[in-house]
Each structure stands twice: as C-alpha cells, then as structure tokens.
T-cell receptor, first 116, second 111 residues
Framework: GAGVSQSPSNKVTEKGKDVELRCDPISGHTALYWYRQRLGQGLEFLIYFQGNSAPDKSGLPSDRFSAERTGESVSTLTIQRTQQEDSAVYLC??????????????FGNGTRLTVT | KQEVTQIPAALSVPEGENLVLNCSFTDSAIYNLQWFRQDPGKGLTSLLLIQSSQREQTSGRLNASLDKSSGRSTLYIAASQPGDSATYLCASLGGGGKLIFGQGTELSVKP
C-alpha cells in the first residue's frame, strides 16, 4: 500500500515568506508526527497528533510555526515569516496507534526547505 | 526530560564483521524503543521495535536488545555488508507520545 507522502519534496523560499508543508499519512494511522532535521544533525521533535488533536506543542520552535490535522488524515505544517535558520528537512511520520507501543513509525521522504 | 545518546557517532568496519551499536536513554518509563535506518537524502526506515515488556527483537541479521533498568539498547548487525552502510538511529517512545531520537551512528562497511 501507499506509504507516507510529503509535498513538496523541495521548497526554496525567500526570507520572510510563509510556507506550507503537507503530509499524507498512511490510511488509518491515528498518530502523526512532525520532525525537523537540520544539516548534519539529529531529528528534532516538533509536534505530534493523536487523531486531530495535538496534545503537546512544546516542540514547535517559535510562534511562527503552526500545524493542523483534519479528518484524522492530512496534516499541514505552516511556517510564517521564514528565517534562514528554518532551512532543514521536515519529516513526517505516522503510526497506527501510540500508547500501546506496538506500532512502528513510518516516515515520509521529507520536504527539504531552503530559505534564501 | 528524556535524552537519548548513541555511541559511537561514526563507525567504519570491513565487510563481514559483526558489530554493535549502542543507545542509552535517561528515562526508563518508555513504551518502546525503536531502531531506524536513514540513507542519505532519504526518510527513515523502521528496522526493529522492542516493546517495554520485551528484551529483544530479531530480524534477519539484525538483533536489538533492551534493558530498561540500565537505560540501554543495542543493535547487533551480523556479517556486515556494504549495503548496510547508513546512519542508524534509535528512538524511545515515552509518556505523552513523544518519540525522542538519538543523534545517530553513521556506519560505513568497506568492501
């Protein structure tokens, strides 16, 4: 079946512009995660959704970042007034459930964001 | 706050060697421990998931162990091959649903 799909795969934007990144999880997966990976660094947790709710938004780097999920399906990560330090690969992952601990995460290929 | 550490940061071995990658975590209250593989420019591929009640999981040449009391997990790769070259990441799933990653071990297997 189809895996986690992210779009666009690459995005180049000018400093100060807003960008919207999209994630289509695997159908039926209730949990959805967003991570950021800067060049040469590890994965930085941003936010996760259980259904359409985000219990923990503490990983979002600033108030310029927001995320939403609708229909327990597609999620969008929006970055307003982009800065050069926002340049990174943004990875989305989904899993069937969270709390049982039995479901592995499935990752998309990421969106590479470059802010010039 | 959960912290996940991986040692070594990089490892280079000749083909055919058995090797061990290490992962440690500070908070033992976890639901599971997962190992992933990341190839350059690609997303992450799930390799093994060990639930908190389990001690180990095996898949082919890979074996992952979990010792919650000491906050450690290891990934054992038998008879390494050049195709195993990648970055290996471990991640712990804790309360609140946060999956926290280590910085990864970059593995290079030389033919």
């Amino acid at each position: 079946g189809a895996g986690v799909s992210q779009s666009p795969s690459n995005k180049v934007t000018e400093k100060g512009k807003d960008v919207e990144l999209r994630c289509d999880p695997i159908s039926g997966h209730t949990a959805l995660y967003w991570y950021r990976q800067r060049l040469g660094q590890g994965l930085e947790f941003l936010i996760y959704f259980q259904g359409n709710s985000a219990p923990d938004k503490s990983g979002l780097p600033s108030d310029r970042f927001s995320a939403e999920r609708t229909g327990e399906s597609v999620s969008t990560l929006t970055i307003q007034r982009t800065q050069q330090e926002d340049s990174a690969v943004y990875l989305c992952a989904s899993s069937l459930v969270i709390i049982s601990g039995v479901s592995p995460l499935h990752f998309g290929n990421g969106t590479r964001l470059t802010v010039t | 706050k959960q912290e996940v550490t991986q040692i070594p940061a990089a490892l280079s071995v000749p083909e055919g060697e058995n090797l061990v990658l290490n992962c440690s975590f500070t908070d033992s209250a976890i639901y599971n421990l997962q190992w992933f593989r990341q190839d350059p420019g690609k997303g992450l591929t799930s390799l093994l998931l060990i639930q908190s009640s389990q001690r180990e999981q095996t898949s082919g040449r890979l074996n992952a162990s979990l010792d919650k009391s000491s906050g450690r997990s290891t990934l054992y790769i038998a008879a390494s091959q050049p195709g195993d070259s990648a970055t290996y990441l471990c991640a712990s799933l804790g309360g609140g649903g946060k999956l926290i990653f280590g910085q990864g071990t970059e593995l290079s297997v030389k033919p």
